[in-house]
């Protein structure tokens, strides 16, 4: 299975998350701030990292600023998990290098173990050529979501 890293600042649904997807076969590690995610994502190496965007301290769309998917991690997989609305977050994070955003509030537990698989292709671990949430170089085409 995959490595899955959640950057999640609400304790009880980090400790949801990592539990469910834990149970699924996944490794999985987690941070609680955009801070905390850059010191330990690269040492857990992940296949996906699972983020929430309004956290204290450095914000999702911080941390994939100084993360840089796009240019130095270009197999992570970024599945934005949030119940943020502004538009502007969300498009910026897909230009940052996310492949999907997801709407915490209406994905329940199974939902998520989906979407985590879909995300990651057929194998688990994120290597299938043709995934259909691979990177567009046009976000605007997934913020529609």
């Known amino acids: ?6 950057v999640e600042d609400d304790q009880d649904l ?30 857990f190496s992940p296949d996906l990292i699972l983020l929430d965007l309004l956290m204290p301290v450095k914000s999702g769309v911080e941390f994939l600023q100084e993360y840089d998917v796009v240019n130095k991690h270009p197999d992570v997989k970024v599945l934005i998990f949030t119940n943020l609305e502004h538009a502007s977050e969300i ?3 897909f230009r940052l290098g996310a492949n999907q955003c997801i709407i915490k509030a209406w994905t329940a537990p199974q939902g ?3 979407i985590v698989s879909d995300v990651l292709g057929d194998t688990g671990t ?19 979501m």
């Open 126 to 144: 994120g290597s299938k050529k043709n995934n259909r949430f691979g990177r567009s170089k046009n976000p605007s085409l997934k913020a529609a």
């Open 1 to 6: 299975m995959a490595k899955v890293f959640i």
């Open 112 to 114: 998520l173990v989906k």
């Open 91 to 93: 498009h910026e994070a």
């Open 14 to 43: 980090n400790a949801a998350y990592r539990m469910i997807l834990s149970k699924e076969g996944h490794t999985v590690d987690s941070a609680f701030n955009g801070d905390e995610a850059l010191e330990k994502v690269s040492e």
